[in-house]
């Protein structure tokens, strides 16, 4: 088993802030063939590292005994693969174009949508509350439409804190989507919920830094609330229970950079007992 430090949530994609393009998240784009990119990246200075909020109230579940930190992506953070490590060299793929179907799909979406995880534990059923975090939901949607989190790992789940996931399994694609959205804030017209157990919400490295990192509280981590990690949808009574029986021993042991740097081959060889996504739907 390796090592349970407990690093925080935070998402330190190393790029700027975006402006949302239809007034509500980052653009989609093709969803034929390819996943989709959403708007062109742009590089920004590295982000700090983020401080480590206060102990859970005596209230919360049993964590583990180690101090719980905000779930953060560290995915841009370029770490040295190891020498016997056999990493792909990544070909870039065209840009797709924006996907009209999808843009029709997104302006319809209904306040409460539900998206169907199917896993290798089982079925994950999340309401998504587009009033609760409207940039968010949004973008999270657009995700799921465009496939990206098809085949992607849980890659860090820490028994009663979170299961963190969103890295893409191919580097050329990921690449594709190294941006960053605007907070939900009550100007763009959420209403905030906090991070009770079951909910679901972007990592992030900082303000307006969301990208494509979720993690799903696996207990309540009220304690994020004032470290603005918004909420955007909260998963059903018994997909709850699938979801605290993710493969969780490795802990913190798998890297974020080298996982972005080398796709799901990386986690294949180092952790193959991690539990995936075969495929994230939205339910009709």
Request: net charge negative; glycine share 4%.
């Amino acid at each position: 088993m390796h090592g349970n430090t407990i690093n925080p949530i935070v998402e330190s994609n190393d790029q700027s802030n975006v402006e949302a393009e239809m007034g509500f998240g980052p653009a989609l784009r093709s969803n034929t063939g390819r996943r989709s990119t959403i708007e062109e990246p742009t590089l920004a200075n590295p982000a700090p590292s983020p401080s480590s909020p206060p102990p859970p109230p005596p209230s919360s579940p049993p964590t583990t005994d180690t101090t719980a930190t905000p779930p953060v992506d560290t995915a841009t953070n370029t770490a040295s693969l190891p020498t016997n490590f056999d990493a792909p060299s990544p070909q870039p793929l065209p840009p797709p174009a924006i996907n009209k179907d999808d843009i029709e799909l997104l302006s319809k979406i209904e306040e409460t949508t539900k998206v169907l995880l199917n896993t290798t534990k089982g079925a994950i059923t999340m309401d998504v509350h587009e009033k609760w975090a409207p940039l968010g939901a949004s973008t999270f949607l657009s995700l799921v439409m465009s496939n990206f989190y098809d085949d992607c790992y849980f890659f860090r789940t820490v028994p009663g804190f979170v299961s963190q996931f969103g890295i893409n399994a191919d580097p050329r694609i990921q690449k594709q989507y190294d941006i960053s959205i605007q907070d939900d804030t009550p100007e763009t017209g959420a209403t905030f919920h906090s991070n009770s157990i079951g909910t679901v919400s972007f990592a992030s490295h900082g303000e307006n830094s969301r990208s494509t990192q979720i993690f799903i509280n696996l207990r309540d981590n009220t304690q994020l609330d004032a470290m603005h990690f918004t909420p955007f949808a909260k998963l059903t009574e018994e997909s709850l229970q699938v979801a605290v029986q993710l493969y969780s021993d490795y802990g913190e042991a798998p890297d974020q950079g080298k996982l972005t740097a080398s796709g799901n081959t990386y986690l294949e060889q180092e952790f193959p007992s991690l539990d995936k996504i075969y495929s994230a739907t939205i339910k009709e």
